[in-house]
């Protein structure tokens, strides 16, 4: 049996994904989760074959669940199955040690195939994200990624200071580096380019 743990924010979308892969006989899940923060709990604690994960989620994204599998040397390996047709997210997840990545229009059944193949240890990637996923490479270190979803949020600099737990003059000086770096005139034009490329 191949043991799975869903981790997708869509409860609607979760509860097809679960009920369609509940259907082949050689897949358990053991959860779905509506967040990373709670299928990083049930990972730690019964590690299953494979996480089906989204990217964009509460509490961890699916490319954090990643390095925290890889970070802690656990034997699940991440599929990927996602709406984000970006390079930027391919390349990330990639970087992450993610084994599989599927668009969510792909068909169930290739899904499934695609969970029994990153099983067996091989690779998955969408087919037509494949050759693009080696483009324009992410000029983003994690402290401007990280700022930079805080100031698409909407906060100001001493918001993002405090939650950050950088001085004022050192959120500047990050993000002016991530506004030079992405070509934009201010933080908010920033974040949006990051975010249409999948660098956020």
Known sequence: MIKLVLAEDQSLLRGALASLLAMEADFEILADRPDGQAAWADIRRDPPDILVTDIEMPGLTGIELAEAIKRDGLKTRTLIVTTYARPGYLRRAMEAGVSGYLLKDAPATELADAIRRVASGERVIAPELAEAAWGEPDPLSETERRLLRLAESGLDSHA?????GLARGTVRNYLHEAIS????????????????????
């Open 160 to 164: 993002i200071a405090g939650t950050s």
């Open 181 to 200: 770096k992405l070509g934009a005139s201010n933080r908010i034009e920033a974040a949006r380019i990051a975010r249409e490329k999948g660098w956020l």
